[in-house]
Structures are given as structure tokens and as C-alpha cells.
């Protein structure tokens, strides 16, 4: 497995925790060819979980407690009702009242002692210093974050699609402007062929999606599900080449122009942070962006393009510079103008940890997302090409 240096002040443990696992390459990957023929579409799938008056399939991770026996785990919103609970393979569904209960108007879940649902201790989620390849100090110094290479937290996450009791939520989300994007979003409307470009690290070659870890439900990627809601909804041909590579970071990116503008795409998504967060100052990091776009443009003067402030990694993680993603995201915002749009997973993942927490939306237990947080990301870019409507 290629190994790719990590960048300025990095450790390379950060560099190295991001590339464990991953099956990607720097070869070209057409989103269309590596969907798992077991899972289908579903376009309730990609509806805006800030919009609808049912959220689909959201993840948690029940701890239990080691002398009550009883678990429980936080919800996005109040329920209204619960119409659905199932493990994360969406092969075993579970009965209200018997392996859980709820309250109207709570946001909690509740597993009883006895339940079929899976619930862990606290010291599940750990291990000991320096018992795992990378080393991943937790912030109390009790040991390591527990890593998941696949499937790990997946098989410890539980689904729960339910009807909300409200919906107050804060964050300014995207909304569809056909100015924003226009060449890209005129093309998709007259059902014209579009090409969609997208660099980006680990996050974005799909690390810890089911589908990528060949695990069920099979959900594919955030990218591939993007491709698959665009098509659907407006009955065009979408290609969308992948040449993300795990472990990299915005240097690397201005290495790959050549490459991303030799299709010659539409619309461009630079989806990097996760990695420059370790050690690259916001300044040097919209730099990077910056040059990014100038450069694609001198081929592709007319490429559109889509920034992406990454998600937020494990809090928990001592090697995580937190501080510096809300940086990265407004120095993303200011590059932003008709042609450039963002899409701000930034600011949504701190809300998301106001209610939840880390290992409710982990796919690897540090600074991958679940299938749940794939689907988040597909619907953020979806919202800034997809004219959106509230249930």
C-alpha cells in the first residue's frame, strides 16, 4: 500500500490512520462502476434530513450501563413517533417496547436490559495505550479511541427512522440557487451529459461506507450516492470520476491538475482539511484551494466548482487540531462566487455533536463518516444542485 508523506508538521500517525484499510488507488474511479448490486436507490434516501418530517435511517451507538443493564442514545430531533429501528446491516428490525421505548417529545432511546438490540460499555470503545497499530490517545489519557478499519462501528451502530416532534434546527444549510452553479445546473436540467470531477482524501475515496467495506446494506459512497440522486432526479447521464486518494491533503491536490482537467469536467469538488487540520495553518490552506481553481481554469475556464469544509473528527483524539476547521471553512467561503459554491459539512457536524455524539456518527472512530454521514454529505452537495422542498 502506497504511503504518502505526510505534510509540514504533520505526525505521521494521523497520515497513516487515514490510509489503514482503504482499497482505493490514485487510478481514476467512474463512481457508476464500484456500486454493490444489492443495494438500490432510494430517493427518501437523499432527502434533506433538515427539511423532511421524517429522518431517514439516523445512526447511534447505545452505551450501556455496566449496573442498570439499560442503554441509551440521542437522536438529531424530538420523536414524534418511531416508525422503524433496525441494525445497521438493515437486516433485523426491533420491537417497540420490548428491545426499545420512548417518550414522545424526547430525543433519547432507551434499551432495556434483555433487548436483541447491540449496546456497548464505554471501555468497548477503548483500548489500551499502545495495543493498536496507530495510536489513537484518547484526551483523558485513558488509553486509546478504539479504531475501526471497516466495519467495526457500523456493526456496533443501530438505525432509527422516525418522525420528528419538531424540527427546530440553526445551521444556514444550502439552498438551491441556479445562479450560484449555472452552467452546471442549465446542463442538468436540458438532460445534457455532465461530467463531475472530484479530489479529495479518505473521506471522499469512501472509507467506512458499508458499500465500500462490502458489508450490508452495501450503501455506496457519498459520491456515488450524489451521482445516483442527480441522475434520478433529472434523467441525465452523470459521470463522476473519483481521484481521491487516502492519507492526502491540499499540496498534494495541486499536484493532480493536469489530471482532473484532461476529462475536461463540468463541475469540480475539492474536498480536502481532514488532513491538512493536523498540522497546515487556514491561511496556507485557502492558499492551496485557491491555486487549485486558478490553475483548473487555465484549461477549463468555464468549470464550476464545489468546496467542501470537512466533516469534524473524534473531539476526543488528542492528535486533532479542532480549532482550525471553522478557519478552513471561511477561508472556503470567501473564495465562494457564481461558479464556486460550498458545501459546509463544517458547521453541520458541530450541531450534530451539540446532540450527539462521536461514536453515534463514526464510521471509524476518528475522522471517517458512517453510512449515515455518507448520505449527510450526498444531501448537502445534492441541496446546491437540486431545487429542495419541505414535507
Request: charged share 20%; aromatic share 8%.
Amino acid at each position: 500500500m502506497k504511503m504518502h508523506a505526510p505534510v509540514r508538521n504533520h505526525s505521521f500517525l494521523f497520515t497513516a490512520v487515514c490510509v489503514f484499510g482503504v482499497a482505493a488507488s490514485g487510478n481514476a474511479l467512474l463512481a457508476q462502476d464500484s456500486t454493490d448490486s444489492r443495494w438500490t436507490y432510494r430517493p427518501e434516501q437523499l432527502r434533506p434530513f433538515w427539511l423532511g418530517d421524517v429522518v431517514e435511517s439516523e445512526s447511534v451507538l447505545f452505551v450501556r450501563d455496566p449496573k442498570t443493564g439499560e442503554a441509551r442514545a440521542s437522536l438529531l430531533f424530538p420523536v414524534q413517533n418511531v416508525i422503524v429501528v433496525r441494525n445497521s446491516a438493515a437486516d433485523v428490525t426491533y420491537q417497540e417496547g420490548v428491545d426499545f421505548r420512548f417518550s414522545s417529545g424526547s430525543r433519547e432511546i432507551v434499551i432495556p436490559a434483555g433487548s436483541r438490540v447491540v449496546t456497548k460499555t464505554p471501555q468497548d470503545l477503548r483500548r489500551p495505550a499502545k495495543s493498536q497499530k496507530y495510536r489513537l490517545t484518547h484526551r483523558d489519557g485513558n488509553g486509546e479511541i478504539l479504531f475501526g478499519a471497516k466495519l467495526e462501528y457500523h456493526e456496533m451502530q443501530t438505525c432509527v427512522t422516525y418522525a420528528t416532534a419538531s424540527h427546530d434546527w440553526p445551521v444556514q444549510m444550502p439552498s438551491f440557487d441556479e445562479q450560484a452553479l449555472p452552467r452546471t445546473v442549465q446542463k442538468l436540467r436540458s438532460r445534457d451529459p455532465i461530467s463531475i470531477m472530484l479530489l479529495g482524501d479518505s473521506i471522499s475515496t469512501g472509507c467506512n461506507a458499508s458499500g465500500w467495506a462490502a458489508g450490508s446494506p452495501y450503501q455506496p459512497p457519498y459520491p456515488i450516492l450524489l451521482q445516483q440522486n442527480l441522475e434520478a432526479t433529472y434523467h441525465s447521464k452523470v459521470t463522476l470520476t473519483n481521484l481521491s486518494v487516502s492519507g492526502t491533503s491540499t499540496p498534494w491536490g495541486l499536484t493532480m491538475v493536469e489530471q482532473v482537467t484532461r476529462p475536461k469536467p463540468d463541475l469540480v469538488i475539492l474536498a480536502f482539511g481532514m488532513n491538512d487540520s493536523a498540522g497546515r495553518s487556514a491561511e496556507e490552506y485557502g492558499t492551496n484551494t485557491a491555486a487549485m481553481i486558478s490553475k483548473i481554469r487555465e484549461s477549463l475556464p468555464d468549470a464550476e466548482f464545489i468546496l467542501v469544509a470537512s466533516m469534524l473528527g473524534n473531539r476526543d483524539w488528542v492528535l486533532l487540531k479542532h480549532d482550525v476547521f471553522p478557519q478552513y471553512r471561511d477561508q472556503l467561503a470567501k473564495l465562494c462566487k457564481p461558479g464556486i459554491g460550498l458545501a459546509d459539512m463544517t458547521s453541520v457536524w458541530n450541531e450534530f455533536f451539540k446532540r450527539k455524539k462521536d461514536h453515534d456518527l463514526t464510521g471509524n472512530g476518528v475522522n471517517h463518516p458512517n453510512d449515515f454521514g455518507h448520505r449527510v454529505y450526498a444531501q448537502i452537495l445534492s441541496a446546491l444542485l437540486v431545487e429542495q422542498k419541505r414535507d
